[in-house]
């Protein structure tokens, strides 16, 4: 995992203090700054547009590739999505890819679910299929916050293009960015390991079952969540409406419109509590 070798050789993966910084850095670290736009999905995790604003640039929400580029200096897919854990299809992904390079605006994947297909089985942006022979223009980002349960150990990883991930480790260098050796070794170690990352995705998928049936039965609908850790929930109602319904059951969950204006008739219901709270929400939900 140590990615600088006494010659200064930098290989196309370096090791991220988590995830969150990685995206909310990234504009930045591109040399993007001052002007321009960022592509970013139509509901969306906050920190796409937080780092699109910290680096001076505008945002536009797509879930397609558009027709005007101009000012487009770089696109965030999110596959499996947070909140909605909508995947990205095979063709959906190389469209963007095909898109990016005609136009020389590098595509960057968030595939921090990427472990939690429920109802599908999630394809990384760098995978053959999709990228072809190389992964020119192409930038993956992983944590292993959500498939080891270890987000207070802040590890994530970006990889792809080389030329893109030696201009952000140039520069994370500089910042004092860099991933202290204990972690480093504890992410070797935790991804040389399946066993418990298919433990923890059964211990999730037993709670998405129990909490979905519940939701179902209380007469609201679930769109998407074939995939990651949450289900987005409506009924077909201002999300704030849906909030204090919840609320009056003793349920917490997140309003979609944290997520984008798309998102203002959905909520966000996570999968990360215990199964002792989510056994709590079922029973509230069905009586």
Same mark, same amino acid.
Do not use: I
């Given at each position: 995992m140590r990615l600088a070798d006494p010659l200064g050789a930098v290989p196309s993966v370096v090791p991220t203090v988590g995830s969150k910084e990685l995206v909310a850095l990234l504009p930045t670290m591109l040399g993007l700054r001052g002007a321009g736009t960022v592509l970013i999905p139509e509901v969306?995790? +906050? /920190?796409?547009?937080?780092? %699109?604003? #910290?680096?001076?640039?505008?945002?536009?929400?797509?879930?397609?590739?558009?027709?005007?580029?101009? !000012?487009?200096?770089l696109v965030w897919l999110n596959s499996?999505?947070? +909140?909605?854990?909508?995947?990205?299809?095979?063709?959906?992904?190389?469209?963007?890819? %095909?898109? !990016?390079?005609?136009?020389?605006?590098?595509?960057?994947?968030?595939?921090?679910?990427? /472990?939690?297909?429920?109802d599908v089985e999630p394809r990384s942006i760098l995978h053959p299929e999709v990228a072809g022979e190389d992964h020119?223009?192409? #930038? %993956?980002?992983?944590?292993?916050?959500?498939?080891?349960?270890?987000a207070g150990y802040r590890a994530g990883l970006l990889s792809g293009d080389p030329a893109l991930v030696r201009q952000v480790w140039e520069v994370r260098r500089h910042l004092g960015l860099l991933v202290p050796t204990p972690v480093q070794s504890a992410m070797a170690a935790a991804l040389?390991?399946?066993a418990h990352v298919d433990e923890q995705r059964e211990r999730y998928r037993g709670r998405r079952d129990r909490l979905a049936t519940a939701v179902r039965a209380a007469g609201a609908r679930i769109d998407h969540s074939e995939a990651g850790l949450y289900l987005w929930v409506t009924r077909d109602e201002d999300c704030w409406t849906t909030i204090d319904w919840l609320a009056g059951l003793g349920i917490v969950a997140a309003p979609g419109s944290f997520y984008g204006p798309a998102g203002?008739?959905?909520?966000?219901?996570? #999968?990360? %509590? /215990?199964?002792?709270?989510?056994?709590?929400?079922v029973e509230r939900l069905v009586g």
């Open positions: 969306a995790y +906050p /920190t796409y547009e937080v780092g %699109a604003v #910290l680096a001076g640039l505008t945002v536009r929400r797509t879930d397609t590739p558009p027709a005007d580029v101009a !000012g487009v200096v499996p999505g947070n +909140p909605h854990g909508r995947v990205l299809t095979d063709d959906e992904l190389r469209a963007w890819v %095909a898109w !990016g390079r005609a136009h020389g605006v590098p595509v960057v994947a968030d595939e921090c679910y990427a /472990t939690l297909g429920w020119t223009g192409l #930038l %993956a980002v992983h944590s292993l916050s959500k498939q080891s349960t270890a040389a390991d399946d203002g008739r959905h909520v966000r219901m996570a #999968l990360t %509590a /215990t199964d002792e709270r989510v056994d709590a929400a």
